[in-house]
């Protein structure tokens, strides 16, 4: 499946929100660690600079920080998804 970046978000922290339907997004840690929860798909995971995570489209999913950290989202556009929809 072909992607093409979209998108990051300046870093931020904590926050709870529902993904878009057309945008994978890929949650890349740059210091520190971040838990990721995805109740949906099952996901409890911590993420780290060396292990990042993927928000799949329209999941509802929450990070909070495991102490200080740094990261971004990167959204990556998925054109089969949209064609979908």
């Given at each position: 499946?072909?992607?093409?970046?979209?998108?990051?978000?300046?870093a931020f922290a904590?926050?709870a929100?529902?993904g878009?339907?057309?945008?994978?997004?890929?949650?890349?840690?740059?210091a520190?660690?971040?838990r990721?929860r995805?109740?949906?798909?099952?996901?409890?995971?911590a993420?780290t600079?060396?292990?990042p995570?993927i928000?799949a489209?329209e999941?509802?999913?929450?990070?909070d920080?495991?102490g200080?950290?740094r990261?971004?989202?990167?959204f990556?556009?998925v054109p089969?998804?949209?064609a979908r929809?």
């Open positions: 499946m072909g992607h093409d970046r979209y998108r990051p978000t300046a904590s926050r929100r529902r878009r339907s057309e945008r994978l997004g890929r949650i890349v840690v740059t520190g660690a971040l990721y995805c109740a949906e798909l099952g996901i409890d995971v993420l600079p060396e292990q995570g928000v489209p999941a509802s999913h929450q990070v920080p495991a200080p950290v990261f971004f989202v990167e990556l556009h089969d998804l949209a929809t």
